[in-house]
């Protein structure tokens, strides 16, 4: 099994900065060949791509709505993955979940298609 537990979430002011991160463990995980990724669920809507980042790190991409303002990055060394948020906005307030999966997360990787989730982490931002 692989445990996925993120960290790091918060209240913060509109305009503000917050990090949320999330450590990778269990006897069958590796980082090789397993991409990593951000997911939210904004109250009342579906769960959606937020950004992700491929095993070797040398591949990132973001949703449309987060780009230039959120970076992904992960430390195999240590198992973790985090996710840099700058200049946050009202809409950004959901559950944030990080995933793993066997291969590459993109924007279009569907939820069933990734393999394990974590409990989530909420992040506030008000305005």
């Known amino acids: 099994q692989v445990q996925l537990v993120e960290s790091g979430g918060g209240l913060v002011q509109a305009g503000g900065s917050l990090r949320v991160s999330c450590a990778a463990s269990?006897?069958?995980?590796?980082?090789?060949?397993?991409?990593m990724g951000w997911f939210r669920q904004r109250p009342g809507q579906e769960r959606e791509f937020v950004a992700a980042?491929?095993?070797?790190?040398?591949?990132?991409n973001y949703a449309d709505s987060v780009k230039g303002r959120f970076t992904i990055s992960r430390d195999n060394a240590k198992n973790t993955v985090s996710l840099q948020m700058n200049s946050l906005k009202p809409e950004d307030t959901a559950v944030y979940y990080c995933?793993?999966?066997?291969?590459?997360?993109?924007?279009?990787?569907?939820?069933?298609?990734?393999?394990?989730w974590g409990q989530g982490t909420q992040v506030t931002v008000s305005s």
């Open positions: 995933a793993a999966r066997r291969g590459v997360v993109r924007s279009t990787t569907a939820l069933g298609e990734i393999d394990y």
């Open positions: 269990g006897r069958t995980f590796s980082n090789s060949g397993m991409g």
């Open positions: 980042i491929s095993w070797n790190v040398f591949n990132t």
